[in-house]
């Protein structure tokens, strides 16, 4: 079974709006690419779909937009070709290379960690992730902690039914002081 991980960027006070913390340098984005990489799915909500699109789809003139550095063309390069499945009850279709999931989630969702691969099914976004941690079935988290206290904003996991005990399995320190920090889902009574 494919592990379900999901990561994150994610401020001290634990605010997760994704221009809370510091602007992403190429550190980060080789971070950012090789977590993508290692999936052999993503898994988004309407909301992180759509901003992802907007930001990382390729033109279709073929080439990047100018505003890319080179550093962020592995990201968008990894991304733009990665197998996308979005969760939604409002769009009708979606593309780039994506499919829609509109029915029970739960079902979905171990459907795809029981599908044949050697790396995870990667989440990312806000709400969605909520709901998969109330279900039960979020294995890993990696939150990219920014060494900046935001103040406002949605914050991690706000609102779970219960808490999570989590278990530290790896940690990365930047030289811009942000933290990854890698965690492993501890079942209740192990």
């Known amino acids: 079974m494919r592990p379900l991980r999901y990561a994150i960027n994610v401020t001290l006070d634990g605010c997760c709006h994704h221009e809370a913390g510091i602007p992403p340098d190429e550190e980060s984005m080789q971070y950012w690419t090789d977590e993508i990489a290692r999936a052999d799915d ?17 033109p279709d003139s073929g080439g990047w937009p100018d505003w890319m550095s080179g550093w962020e063309i592995p990201f968008a390069e990894a991304i733009d070709r990665a197998p996308k499945h979005v969760v939604s009850k409002t769009l009708g279709s979606v593309d780039w290379n994506a499919d829609l999931i509109d029915g029970d989630l739960a079902r979905a969702v171990r459907r795809l960690k029981d599908e044949p691969g050697e790396g995870s099914v990667f989440v990312g976004g806000v709400t969605l992730p909520r709901g ?52 492993r889902s501890v079942a209740a009574g192990d």
Request: hydrophobic residues 50%.
């Open 42 to 58: 993503l898994l988004f909500g309407r909301v992180t779909y759509e901003m992802m699109e907007a930001a990382w789809r390729r």
């Open 132 to 183: 998969l941690a109330d279900l039960g079935l979020i294995d890993e988290y990696v939150f990219l902690v920014q060494p900046v206290v935001a103040g406002h904003g949605p914050t991690l996991l706000a609102g779970l039914r219960e808490r999570i005990r989590l278990e530290l399995v790896d940690r990365h320190e930047f030289r811009s002081g942000a933290v990854a920090l890698e965690y």
